[in-house]
């Protein structure tokens, strides 16, 4: 009988935690910048909400974000409009937020990064 080991799982585990908190730190950062509470972060959908509100999108764009492939879509174009809104480019917007988020938020929320406002449509 072959026996797994039960303590396997633990360095995805630790790695996994590291990341998420890693992220909640970023957010958090993020909304304090454009004057949101930071706690959002940690709050299911209201975060959603709120990085709608920095964007400068409205609201009800939160129900978008239940339909598939639609959410794709609209997740892109918040990305794009949340770089934007701090002085950043389209391009990072899709690769630094969208793509590669785990790197973008970090470097917008820790970096010297201002947030300017959402950018007049």
Known sequence: MNQTDASIGIIPAIIGLVI???MIAAMWKVFAK???PGW???IPFYNIY???KVAG???WWLVLFIIPVVNLVVSIIVSLDVAKSFGKSGAFGFFGLWLF???GYP???FGDARYQG???A
């Open 20 to 22: 998420g908190v890693l």
């Open 101 to 103: 988020g785990i790197v």
């Open 34 to 36: 454009a004057g949101r």
């Open 50 to 52: 709120v990085l709608l």
């Open 107 to 109: 470097v917008l929320g």
């Open 118 to 120: 959402p950018a007049a």
């Open 40 to 42: 959002a972060a940690i």
């Open 57 to 59: 999108r409205p609201g």
